[in-house]
């Protein structure tokens, strides 16, 4: 697909979850630049980014730049540093924004539309990511499971419109990326965290795949009272 038919994209952000949305979506054509650290982007620059997907290995031409202010120009801002560097990396994101851009966070945890607005003044679009990706070397991508967003606004009239929100489903979709809009994204972000904390944790804290960890009663009632737990703070939240 010709690259005018595409908004341009800036990915602020090109750690594991950057690289592989924002490389989909130029490997179908679209005019994306990566912003990241130097060692990745110098690699990256030099010889493409390589992304050996569960689906197909390829070599992604990209452009990328240390520069935060190359999002300048972009149409769709997609936002995805760790949740630790959201406030610094609004407020140096905010000066380079038109008021037409759109930015989606694509961040794990459940509050980091406020936290952006409330750092820099950005209202988002926030996005469920459900994908199993790693950097394995400077410029190179594994994905090794999933690849799907769900979208929405987390109020009326907060985010985006309706179309907004519609365009980019669309352009995710048309890259090979499934991309679902929510009525209610805030209960999608809850689900999401919830499973990370049931999963996630006991399997970092056990050192266990998810696999063992489903088959062990033990391990199964564990689960139970942290998810148990977790909905208590979504409730009181």
Request: charged share 20%; glycine share 8%.
């Amino acid at each position: 697909m010709p690259e005018k038919d595409w908004p341009r994209i800036a990915v602020v952000g090109a750690g594991a979850v950057g690289c592989y949305f924002g490389g989909m979506l130029a490997r179908a054509g679209a005019p994306v630049t990566l912003i990241g650290r130097a060692r990745h982007i110098e690699a990256i620059n030099r010889d493409g980014l390589f992304i050996e997907s569960i689906h197909f290995e390829e070599r992604v031409s990209i452009s990328a730049s240390t520069d935060i202010g190359v999002a300048r120009d972009a149409q769709l801002v997609l936002f995805a540093v760790k949740t630790v560097d959201t406030e610094n990396t609004a407020k140096l994101l905010a000066p380079h924004l038109s008021p037409d851009t759109i930015v989606v966070s694509l961040q794990n945890g459940v509050d980091n539309a406020e936290r952006i607005d409330f750092a820099a003044g950005i209202q988002v679009i926030p996005a469920v990511v459900y994908i199993a990706v790693a950097m394995t070397g400077l410029g190179q991508v594994k994905h090794s499971g999933r690849g799907d967003l769900i979208i929405g606004n987390p109020s009326p009239n907060y985010g985006g419109t309706d179309s907004e929100l519609a365009a980019v489903a669309a352009a995710f979709t048309r890259a090979g990326v499934p991309c679902r809009v929510s009525e209610n994204i805030t209960v999608e972000l809850w689900e999401k965290l919830i499973m990370n904390c049931a999963y996630n944790a006991i399997s970092a804290l056990s050192h266990t795949k998810y696999g063992h960890i489903a088959r062990d009663a033990d391990a199964i009632e564990v689960m139970k009272r942290v998810v148990i737990e977790a909905v208590a703070v979504g409730k009181a939240a």
